[in-house]
């Protein structure tokens, strides 16, 4: 990671205008990692935007600085522009440039410098400089070992530490998932000793629900299957569900992880229709212990992530959603 972080500070020795950007229903850790990177790329007098392909979940609206964001699907020429006005990109959090739809289709006709910092397995190869890191739980612990790295630790301020904190909590499952060590908790004492107030960021993440969200809950635990023989059980919501109880972005986020809340589940999943396009679906699955979400995904669902968190794609309908899922479950 040195030499790749090296290069990056050739690149920031000079003032330059940098955009961040990150991919498509930008998570905690897409939001927290941006914008630690964008306070500290501010701090040293750069010019920044951060650019989102789609709008971020309300329970993220009180991260510092989200106020600035641009989002790409609110208006397309503006955020094009800031791109092709840049001089850096980094692309955060994913590492494929589909996962950031129209976005990414400027991005990668973008002339400049690109970069990669992300944690996802199999990087497609798309950027002029990649920081790939597999094995670390979270993009913005790779944010904060760059900041490290780069010997600048004593930048890292209240709001940086708090978007840190923020993506790290997240996509560890507040800091439940194997990946999570003693370097994990060691990064996270010296970002309370920041300030960071970890049960003000707990509560506005995870006890800030809408009503809306519990009633969605309530539906996917209505209809959850088990396939007991495969350890697993399977979930879903549709259009019409996400309508009749006045569905609200991140709504549906973590009701997948209720199916591994049963002793013996080791698998679980959630296929949560499209609100726009009919027989549409965004799958979502979690496990517990070995079991490789991504390689699943990816094998069957065109899509991709972790070992025990993963997503993808179906289009046809419920019916046909889950009887190939169950026969594919059988072929795995
Ligand atoms: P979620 O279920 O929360 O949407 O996603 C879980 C994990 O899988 C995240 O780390 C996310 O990056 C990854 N993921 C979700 N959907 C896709 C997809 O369509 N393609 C790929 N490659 N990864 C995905
Ligand atoms: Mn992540």
């Known amino acids: 990671m040195r030499t790749l972080v090296d290069k990056i500070n050739e ?15 930008p998570d905690g850790d897409a939001i927290g990692s941006s914008f630690a990177l964008y306070h500290y790329l501010l701090k040293h007098n750069h010019d920044v935007k951060v650019v989102t392909p789609n709008k971020h979940p309300e329970f993220l609206d009180w991260v510092p600085g989200i106020k600035d964001v641009e989002i790409y699907d609110d208006n397309p020429e503006k955020c094009k522009k800031i791109i092709n006005d840049s001089d850096l990109v980094f692309t955060l959090d994913f590492n494929d440039l589909k996962r950031a739809s129209k976005l990414g289709l400027t991005i990668n006709q973008f002339k ?169 679906f965004k799958i979502s699955f979690r496990s517990k212990e070995n079991f490789p979400c991504n390689d699943f995904a990816s094998s069957f669902f065109n899509g991709g992530g972790h070992l025990n968190a993963a997503g993808g794609i179906y289009k046809g309908n419920l019916n046909s959603a889950i009887e190939y899922f169950k026969k594919s479950l059988n072929e795995f």
Do not use: W
Not at 13 to 24: A, D, G, L, Q, V
Not at 205 to 223: F, P, Q, T
């Open 11 to 25: 690149l920031l020795n000079s003032k330059k205008r940098i955009t961040i950007t990150t991919h498509t229903n």
């Open 112 to 280: 400049g410098t690109t970069i990669m910092i992300d944690h996802h397995q199999n990087p497609v190869g798309y950027s002029d400089i990649e920081i790939s890191e597999p094995n670390i739980t979270s993009t913005s612990e790779m944010i904060y070992m760059f900041i490290k790295i780069s010997g600048k630790i004593d930048k890292i301020d209240k709001d940086i530490a708090t978007c840190i904190y923020l993506g790290m909590m997240t996509d560890t499952g507040s800091f439940q998932y194997k990946g999570v060590n003693s370097s994990t908790h060691q990064i996270i004492s010296s970002l309370l000793a920041c300030g960071v107030d970890n049960n003000k960021i707990y509560n506005n993440v995870y006890n800030s629900n809408e009503i809306s969200k519990l009633r969605l809950l309530s539906v996917a635990l209505k209809n959850l299957e088990l396939i007991t023989e495969n350890k697993t059980a399977v979930m879903h919501i549709t259009q019409d569900d996400l309508k009749k109880n006045d569905y609200k972005k991140g709504d549906s986020e973590g009701i997948v992880n209720y199916g591994l809340t049963l002793s013996g589940i080791h698998f679980s999943v959630i296929f949560i229709e499209d609100e726009d396009e009919k027989n549409k």
